[in-house]
């Protein structure tokens, strides 16, 4: 399966690598063809919120940077993961650079049927994983990580969606609980 | 003598949720002269070292900190977060209590899209040693502009009057009530309305840009 990973682990977090590492692992144990972007040593600049992406150049960002090259990967994969630290219950913001200009994967268009959302752009768009890092338990952000990643695969068309948290544990542990994940997706 | 400050997460100068903002401090300026108000946009605050200072400084002088964003992929955006990390980072653990208020703007028309960020507020606040002050969610920015509330007229008094009741809960030490909430999440004009109207606005902005026939463009489709 082409899987294209966003990787938001800061380099000099060892305890976080490690849960990166046994994701890694799964993914190539369930047969995922992994494309990595790290995001920490890769130069994305913020959305400027300008909207060119949608009537300027239409489905592409007119500021070139690695979120092009991200997006055209996204554009052509079956799933992504995105891996990151859970910041208030949210992605961190190294994460978030990348995904905030994911939305040139979208139409300007919207999609009249219930809650409100644009159309895709694409005929398919990937299945959304979002693994999320907790450094200690915290019932309150794990719960709205859980929905961000739900609500993030509804905007993105996504077919199919898991949002996982990994805590301080054994690497095999970690590995397992992804893996459960991948397999609950693709069943 | 109340200390306000006013952290714009938008990276648009001339965007709906800094207009919210502003209209919130403006009304709590006028309701205790006073109070003080500071106004810092994030966008490249963090960037350089002067940026984390001042943003450093603000903070540390505010005792009522005010977050007035829009939400980007149901969340925070990018720089936002980034600021929240970074004031999170060090826990606020001063004498005085700091209290922490969110506004969050959304394009959708429902005000649904912004408890995600609402709810990531008051995680921050926990998390930075700050007293959560509540938030106001609003939908259909598009139909806000940014131009001043009163310029909208009639159609935005209820955004006018759940900024009313936020400023008047946070003057008097008080969190921002339920009923202000609820009224900033009415939508302003009907759904379908707001989708034709958002609609045109897109393929009127597309027709001057000459890419009407292109809307639907797949640059990165597999070849
Ligand atoms: C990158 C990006 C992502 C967005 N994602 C959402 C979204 O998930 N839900 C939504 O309702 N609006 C979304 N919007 C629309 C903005 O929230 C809306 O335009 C808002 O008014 C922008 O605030 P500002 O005017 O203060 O810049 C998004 C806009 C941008 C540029």
């Known amino acids: 399966m082409r899987t294209i990973l966003f990787d938001a682990a800061p380099p000099e977090d060892d305890a976080c690598r490690q849960g990166l590492d046994a994701l890694r692992r799964a993914l190539t144990d369930e047969g995922c063809s992994v494309r990595t972007f790290a995001l920490a040593r890769t130069a994305i600049s913020p959305c400027r919120g300008c909207f060119a992406c949608w009537v300027g150049t239409p489905g592409r960002c007119p500021f070139e940077d690695a979120s092009c090259e991200a997006a055209r990967a996204v554009a052509g994969a079956e799933l992504l993961v995105v891996y990151s630290p859970v910041a208030f219950g949210c992605w961190s913001s190294e994460a978030k650079k990348a995904l905030d200009r994911m939305v040139c994967l979208v139409s300007p268009h919207f999609a009249f049927s219930g809650l409100t959302r644009h159309r895709p752009r694409y005929e398919s768009l990937p299945a959304l994983l979002g693994v999320g890092w907790l450094a200690e338990p915290d019932p309150e952000a794990e719960s709205v990580f859980a929905r961000l990643v739900e609500h993030n695969a509804y905007n993105l068309h996504a077919p199919a969606q898991r949002a996982v948290l990994l805590e301080q544990d054994e690497w095999a542990r970690q590995r397992q609980v992804c893996r459960g994940a991948l397999r609950e997706m693709f069943q | ?223």
């Open chain 2, 1 to 223: 003598m109340r200390r306000v400050l006013l952290l714009a997460g938008s990276p648009r100068a001339g965007g709906v949720s800094l207009m919210l903002g502003r209209e919130l401090l403006e009304r709590m300026a006028a309701l205790d002269f006073a109070t003080e108000v500071r106004t810092l946009r994030v966008s490249g605050l963090l960037d350089a070292q002067e940026g984390r200072a001042r943003l450093h400084a603000a903070f540390a002088w505010a005792d009522t900190v005010v977050l007035s964003a829009p939400v980007y992929v149901d969340s925070p955006p990018a720089q936002v977060l980034k600021a929240l990390e970074f004031l999170a980072a060090e826990p606020w653990r001063g004498d005085e209590p700091k209290r922490f208020c969110a506004l969050f703007c959304c394009g959708f028309p429902e005000a649904s899209h912004t408890a995600i960020c609402l709810d990531v507020s008051r995680i921050f606040a926990r998390k930075a040693g700050l007293e959560w002050a509540g938030g106001l969610g609003f939908g259909g920015s598009g139909a806000l502009g940014g131009q001043s509330l009163a310029a909208r007229g009639r159609m935005a008094a209820p955004v006018a009057r759940a900024l009313d009741m936020a400023a008047q809960a946070l003057t008097d030490g008080r969190p921002v009530p339920p009923e202000a909430r609820e009224l900033a999440a009415k939508p302003l004009i009907p759904k379908p309305l707001y989708l034709f109207l958002a609609e045109s606005g897109f393929l009127s902005l597309a027709w001057k840009s000459r890419t009407i026939t292109r809307l639907g463009a797949k640059p990165y489709e597999k070849q």
